[in-house]
């Protein structure tokens, strides 16, 4: 084999080359809480290559080194939003609570991208479903999870 097709490594370390976690091309809109998460992180990171680097696992300190240049850009380019007091239009940051055809409530806040956890019903500002609610008022229809359901409260 050519040796333009092989790596020679001048030492005994394994190299961890982690290809950078995707950044989204979006605002990075979040709420309170979400900067708080982006800082919580960023401290929990530190602390993971002091650990790595004591340790002497390259795995580890590369893997928390790439979570710390996405957090750190994160970062820096956190717009924070606070929510709007008018709740007549669902809003980044709104609570939003719709009724579904059957009868079942379901409950979802838009938040920024990186606080999203759907299971909480925490759903990106970017997100199909956030787009259909954001800038509707009580008593409008929307399509939510397939089915049509009717905004009854914002909060």
């Known amino acids: ?4 097709f092989t ?9 961890e080359d982690l290809p950078d976690r995707p950044v989204s091309p979006h605002r990075n809109l979040v709420t309170s809480e979400g900067l708080q ?13 002091e650990k ?11 893997m928390a080194q790439r979570d710390l240049r996405y957090w750190t850009a994160r970062r820096a380019s956190a717009e924070i939003v606070q929510p709007i007091k008018d709740h007549a239009h669902v809003r980044f940051g709104h609570r939003v609570v719709v009724k579904l055809e059957g009868g ?3 409950v ?10 759907p299971a909480k019903g925490l759903i ?12 509707k008022s009580v008593g409008d229809k929307v399509e939510v999870i397939h089915h049509s359901a ?3 409260e914002i909060g």
């Open 52 to 62: 790595a680097t004591a340790a002497d696992d390259h795995h580890a300190l590369a």
């Open 150 to 152: 009717t905004i009854v």
């Open 37 to 49: 998460q982006i800082d919580d992180a960023l401290t929990r990171l530190h602390g993971e290559i």
């Open 124 to 135: 990106p500002y970017v997100a199909p479903l956030a787009q259909a609610l954001m800038g």
């Open 7 to 15: 790596k020679e490594q001048e030492d005994d370390n394994p190299r």
């Open 104 to 106: 079942e409530t379901r």
């Open 108 to 117: 979802f806040r838009l938040v920024g991208e990186d606080e999203a956890d």
């Open 1 to 4: 084999m050519s040796s333009a």
